[in-house]
């Protein structure tokens, strides 16, 4: 019944995967439209984790959530994409959909931010989609505060507007 936490490893990474996508499509499905979330397929998105891995374990940690044995979450943070060596970026904290409202990415964040402090990071940084109200509530009752920062990008041929939050991690 107790969520543990635990550094992943490269037997992890296409479970994530398949989690990552069954997220995605949970938490994007009422602003995305259907075929923008269809791709990746779950496989597609375990693949891009094993390819992600090989080139960023050096300077990045996936740490993986458990409930009873089974993968139910995980968070992947890594230097700052702006180049701010004082900064790390939170790039993911995803759940199974299931898993949602029982402590386990609260468990992740708090994670994710004593990664960063142990980095010797003083604040975090992440992105959020903006049309994605839940997340960003998320977020800021967990401290993260938006930068007024935007960009966009697309989720298949869909552009997402995002936020950019920020956290002291001190």
């Not at 602003?31 to 984790?49: H, I, R, S, V």
């Not at 900064?87 to 992740?108: C, M, S, V």
């Not at 930068?147 to 939050?165: F, S, V």
Request: a neutral charge; charged letters at 25%.
């Amino acid at each position: 019944m107790t969520v543990i936490l635990r550094h992943a490893t490269v037997d992890d990474l296409r479970p994530v995967g398949a989690l990552h996508q069954r997220s995605r499509v949970a938490a994007y499905f009422s602003f995305l439209p259907a075929e923008a979330l269809a791709d990746p397929t779950p496989e597609a998105m375990g693949w891009y984790w094993v390819e992600r891995w090989t080139w960023e374990r050096d300077d990045h940690l996936m740490t993986v959530a458990e409930r009873d044995g089974q993968l139910v979450g995980f968070s992947y943070v890594g230097p700052d994409d702006a180049g701010d060596p004082a900064t790390g970026l939170l790039n993911a904290i995803h759940l199974d959909p299931g898993e949602r409202g029982r402590g386990t990415g609260r468990a992740l964040m708090r994670d994710a931010l004593a990664t960063m402090r142990g980095r010797g990071w003083a604040r975090g940084v992440l992105w959020v989609l903006e049309h994605n109200v839940a997340a960003r509530r998320f977020y800021e009752r967990g401290g993260w505060l938006p930068t007024g920062e935007r960009r966009e990008e697309r989720i298949g041929a869909t552009p997402t507007p995002q936020l950019r939050y920020t956290c002291s991690v001190l």
